[in-house]
């Protein structure tokens, strides 16, 4: 599937969207040097209020991913969603350790990437 289609497939799944920077070369191809978050923050002419910006409308989505292709896919997390992300990123202090995340309890079955 290309992003179009993961974008409706969340938005189908009652997952607000929206488009962030893609990576080209390695790095965000938003502009800024050292990019503190590449890939990973709105893509700001087409998702101008940012996350507030993420919608279901397909409408919508299939006219921001015609404009930009290659955007990577935010997903609003949290209300709107019903989505809870927890991140365990070693890069970041987290430690991937199964064992550090069993003690925050049982999880009901649910994405993981």
């Given at each position: 599937m290309?992003?179009?289609?993961?974008?409706?497939?969340?938005a189908s799944r009652g997952w607000?969207?929206?488009?962030?920077?893609?990576?080209?070369?390695?790095?965000?191809?938003c502009g800024?040097?050292?990019?503190?978050?590449?890939?990973?923050?709105p893509l700001g002419k087409l998702a101008p209020n940012g996350r507030n910006s993420a919608t279901t409308d397909p409408v919508i989505i299939r006219r921001w991913w015609?404009?930009?292709?290659?955007?990577?896919?935010?997903?609003?997390?949290?209300?709107?969603?019903?989505?809870?992300?927890?991140?365990?990123?070693?890069?970041?202090?987290?430690?991937n350790s199964k064992k550090k995340l069993e003690r925050l309890g049982n999880f009901p079955y649910t994405v993981m990437a």
């Open positions: 290309n992003p179009l289609e993961h974008a409706l497939n969340y607000p969207v929206l488009p962030v920077w893609p990576i080209k070369d390695g790095l965000c191809s800024i040097a050292n990019c503190e978050h590449p890939g990973k923050h015609t404009k930009n292709p290659d955007a990577n896919i935010g997903i609003a997390t949290g209300p709107e969603s019903r989505l809870v992300l927890v991140d365990n990123d070693p890069r970041h202090g987290g430690n």
